[in-house]
């Protein structure tokens, strides 16, 4: 997984604040399919991955891309809305998932070629106002249910301006979306309904989510903002805060290596490895990078992480050592990696994607 996709989307999103602002009335990008062009490849792309024998790419205007050589052409999906999409996540050949800014989950059935638009920012606050309404009125000594009836208020008044930035299902009816200011909500019918579940989050803060690794039994972890670590256990529907951690800088990326250990990694390239779900932590060995984006393990093993900068690091040891590839700073900044055919890497960012060959 990778966010990887946060700096570039945030970046972005605020370079189109003033489009936004002076467009509201003619241009909204929920409403707007996503334009066919025969350069999607070559636009900022934030997420790259591999379901199947398919890979998937998506970034920019609503651009989802896939192709079934190994990276070499590219189809352009027909996507319902122009916003930016930071995260895919498949169950199967047919059944996926895509989120995004202004709060989009969308959803295909036939693979990625065609997606509807399941869910919006707009719905987040409207449905969780009347979610956290009911709860108050079923259990009026929860102190909890208030705060969040407050939280649903602002974002009604704010509209849909918040991103998700990844999403995580586990089979073809229950998933979870996470984001921006802690949002995250919950289907457990493959996307017909979504819920709010702010008030299961040990994240008072509301601190931004940036990226799931998952644990054994359906756990996983939540890394984000200001040092935030949570593990999530949907079945016993909550997330508690790991209070272990070692710095309080925002962790972007998180992989489970192959001994299943956890590495993170964020801001100012520090990274951070732990073997027993957060007990105990051990700074991981490496070069000086830009901030650590995306981490990903390849088929035999090897870590991979991308520095912003566009370093590509790898590890052969489940991330205690990594080291420079020499890949690095050949395709640009970078925002995503992904296995690739052969030897080689698919890395996507704000020049597309690209292919690089790991022996150089």
Not at 50 to 79: C, E, L, M, P
Not at 107 to 135: C, F, I, N, P, V
Not at 323 to 344: H, K, N
Request: glycine share 12%; with cysteine.
């Amino acid at each position: 997984m990778a966010l990887r996709n946060a700096l570039f989307s945030l970046l972005l999103g605020a370079l189109l604040i003033p489009c936004t602002a002076s467009y509201a009335a003619t241009y909204d990008v929920l409403k707007l399919p996503a334009a066919p062009t025969e350069v999607a490849d070559k636009a900022p792309l934030f997420v790259v991955k591999k379901f199947g024998d398919r890979y998937y790419a998506a970034g920019a205007r609503g651009h989802i891309i896939y192709s079934d050589d190994g990276g070499k052409s590219w189809t352009q999906a027909a996507v319902p809305v122009r916003s930016t999409l930071l995260d895919i996540d498949f169950v199967n050949d047919k059944q996926g998932w895509a989120v995004g800014h202004e709060g989009v989950i969308l959803h295909t059935s036939d693979g990625g070629a065609t997606w509807e638009l399941q869910y919006d920012g707009l719905r987040y606050g409207a449905e969780g106002l009347a979610y956290y309404t009911k709860q108050a009125a079923e259990d009026p000594n929860d102190p909890v249910y208030p705060a969040m009836i407050g939280e649903m208020e602002f974002a009604i008044e704010q509209g849909a301006d918040k991103p998700f930035f990844g999403v995580n299902f586990y089979d073809e009816k229950r998933g979870h979306a996470a984001g921006a200011y802690g949002m995250i909500v919950e289907t457990i019918d493959g996307g017909a309904s979504w819920e709010p579940r702010l008030h299961n989050m040990d994240n008072d803060n509301f601190n931004h989510i940036f990226d799931f690794a998952p644990l054994s039994g359906n756990r996983f972890f939540l890394a984000g903002e200001a040092g935030l670590l949570m593990i999530g256990d949907p079945n016993a529907d909550i997330a508690a805060r790991v209070t272990s951690v070692p710095w309080e800088g925002s962790f972007f990326a998180a992989v489970d290596a192959a001994d299943g250990a956890i590495v993170m990694g964020g801001l100012r390239g520090r990274m951070f490895r732990t073997a027993d779900e957060g007990q105990t932590w051990a700074v991981v060995e490496k070069p000086e990078t830009t901030a650590i984006v995306t981490l990903t393990r390849l088929a035999d093993g090897t870590l991979v992480a991308g520095g912003a900068g566009g370093e590509i690091l790898l590890s052969r040891d489940n991330g205690q050592v990594f080291e420079l590839s020499p890949a690095s700073r050949t395709a640009g900044p970078i925002v995503d990696i992904t296995q690739g055919e052969g030897d080689t890497l698919l890395v996507v960012g704000p020049r597309g994607i690209k292919s690089v060959a790991l022996a150089q």
